[in-house]
Every structure is written in structure tokens, then in C-alpha cells.
């Protein structure tokens, strides 16, 4: 479940980025700081999106930052991150950008895994606003849950 890849250590609210590769910078760095990734993931990450374009970019005003697991993967885990202020990607479809779930998968099938749950929460038409209207990363973490409860 996704609530068992976040914790209250990797949620961001509002958080301030001037272009796409500050949002991934910014939506990452407490996923170094927690130990979870090493820089040279963000790295990998932002080399692939000059490489590949804003293939992040999977849905309206949604990124989800990540790697594969051997650019510096150290442990499956996912944040949560609301900008203050929408970034563009380059993706023609679902730019801007305003909220990104970085993830980090130590193999393929946490990273099937992990996005597979958050598909399913994203899925969900009151999560969004749920999520913008959240004050603490607490808020968030209990929202994660409550909502997984409900697909139970």
C-alpha cells in the first residue's frame, strides 16, 4: 500500500520551484535527506526528462519524478509534493504541473507496486482537493490512509 512507502518526512506543501527542474530537485531532496535516494538519482531523473521529454508528466497537472532503481535507488519509498505556484514540464496535455509523487523502487516490482496504488489514488476525484486543502504532512498521511481504507 502506499501508505506504507510515505511517511511524514517526505510530504512537501507549497512548496516554491522556479522551472520543472527545480520542482524535481524540490520534490526530491527530502527523499536524500531521509536517506532514501542518493543525488545522483535527481540527477538520473532530470537527465531522462532532457533525454526523453516530460514523460513524468502522466496525467492532468501531475508528475511522478523517478528513476530506474540502480541510478540510486536505496529504499522503495514515495512523497508527496503541492507547489505553490504550477511549473511547466513541456507536456502539451497536462501542464502545468502542481503536484508530484517522487518515487524511488529498489526493483521493478515495488516500483509496479507502488504505482499501481498511487494510480488508484489518483483516481479518486476528491483527492486533490483533499490534498490542497491539507495543513501538515500529518494531514496528509491520514488522508492517504482514509483513503485507502475507502478502496478496501
Not at 536505496?74 to 496535455?93: C, D
Not at 483533499?130 to 498521511?141: F, G, Y
Amino acid at each position: 500500500m502506499l501508505s506504507d512507502l510515505i511517511d511524514e518526512r517526505l510530504v512537501l506543501l507549497n512548496a516554491e520551484a522556479s522551472n520543472w527542474e527545480d520542482a524535481v530537485r524540490v520534490s526530491m531532496r527530502p527523499m536524500v535527506d531521509a536517506n532514501k535516494i542518493t543525488e545522483g538519482y535527481i540527477d538520473a531523473v532530470i537527465s531522462g526528462i532532457h533525454e526523453l521529454g516530460p514523460y513524468i508528466v502522466i496525467t492532468e497537472h501531475v508528475a511522478f519524478p523517478h528513476a530506474r532503481p540502480e541510478c540510486g535507488a536505496l529504499q522503495t519509498a514515495v512523497g508527496m509534493v503541492t507547489l505553490k505556484e504550477p511549473v511547466e514540464f513541456g507536456s502539451e496535455i497536462n501542464d502545468p504541473v502542481k503536484f508530484l509523487f517522487p518515487l524511488a523502487a529498489t526493483d521493478s516490482n515495488s516500483h509496479i507496486d507502488a504505482l499501481r496504488s498511487l494510480v488508484q489514488l489518483l483516481n479518486d476525484e476528491d483527492f486533490f482537493t483533499q490534498l490542497e486543502q491539507a495543513q501538515t504532512p500529518q494531514e496528509v498521511i491520514a488522508l492517504v490512509k482514509a483513503k485507502e481504507a475507502a478502496m478496501e
